[in-house]
């Protein structure tokens, strides 16, 4: 069974840091390009970042352009986003997804089956 489970979320003062995890069970996360979303009240799910299979090319929205990086780990079957100087306009719930037929399109690829999320509140 695919399952995909997101941590490391919390409450985070402005320009605080906080890295989310996407750890990956009954297959193997490096097979997929990963990307991670995230919705806030009363908006849209839109694409935060995202990183390949071929080469670990990555990209990012332009909101979070230098202050948040996306890597993985192969041998622990995870992809991590580190977020640094945060900003309250980050408060959401994040998910990771990989690549599929159909879904969300963000940064070249389709992404489905999503995880549960982890909260991200960013408030002094």
């Known amino acids: 069974q695919v399952q995909l489970v997101e941590s490391g979320g919390g409450l985070v003062q402005p320009g605080g840091s906080l890295r989310l995890s996407c750890a990956a069970s009954?297959?193997?996360?490096?097979?997929?390009?990963i990307g991670w979303f995230r919705q806030a009240p009363g908006k849209e799910r839109e694409g935060v970042s995202c990183i390949s299979s071929e080469d670990g090319s990555t990209y990012y929205a332009e909101p979070v352009k230098g202050r948040f990086t996306i890597s993985r780990d192969n041998a622990k079957n995870t992809v991590y986003l580190q977020m640094n100087s945060l900003k309250p306009e980050d408060t959401a719930i994040y998910y990771c997804?990989?690549?599929?037929?159909?879904?969300?399109?963000?940064?070249?690829?389709?992404?489905?089956?999503w995880g549960q999320g982890t909260q991200v509140t960013v408030s002094s």
């Open positions: 009954g297959f193997t996360l490096d097979d997929y390009a």
């Open positions: 997804a990989i690549d599929g037929e159909g879904g969300s399109w963000f940064g070249g690829y389709y992404f489905n089956s």
